[in-house]
């Protein structure tokens, strides 16, 4: 962290601008499931975290590289409830969705950006915690 303020370059470089259109290609991929088209919205070594707290599935460990964060979505997504609505928001301070069944936040997904692609991916499915997610 003291070395990222000691830099001169922010630690996310990015505009509402790219938000918007990398919110919107990483939406149509996942809508369409093109592994593809998430690559192509992904920086080549682009880490996942996510966090169920033990209480919700997620990834017990980062995942790293375009391709292997983009398999996990793919299966991800061979899973996911009929019901399951996203709805594009800001997740604490970045870019990203929620995802709804029914009316129940079932995960929030926010991410980083940097040089034009996703860098660092964040899924939060720790229901205790998507109690006080911040979005707007």
């Known amino acids: 962290a003291r070395k990222r303020v000691q830099e001169a370059h922010p630690r996310f470089?990015?505009?509402?601008?790219?938000?918007?259109?990398?919110?919107?290609?990483?939406?149509?991929?996942?809508?369409?499931?093109?592994?593809?088209?998430?690559?192509?919205?992904?920086?080549?070594?682009v880490v996942f975290y996510s966090d169920g707290g033990g209480k919700a599935i997620a990834a017990l460990n980062p995942l790293y590289g375009a391709d292997h964060v983009s398999r996990f979505f793919m299966g991800i997504l061979k899973k996911r409830p009929e019901n399951l609505a996203v709805t594009p928001a800001t997740v604490n301070g970045l870019p990203g969705f929620l995802m709804y069944e029914g009316d129940v936040v079932h995960s929030a997904l926010s991410f980083g950006i940097s040089g034009g692609r996703i860098s660092t991916l964040y899924m939060m499915r720790n229901p205790e915690k998507l109690t006080r997610v911040e979005s707007f």
């Open 13 to 45: 470089d990015t505009n509402a601008r790219e938000h918007l259109r990398l919110t919107n290609a990483f939406s149509a991929a996942i809508t369409s499931a093109d592994p593809q088209a998430l690559i192509d919205c992904m920086s080549e070594d």
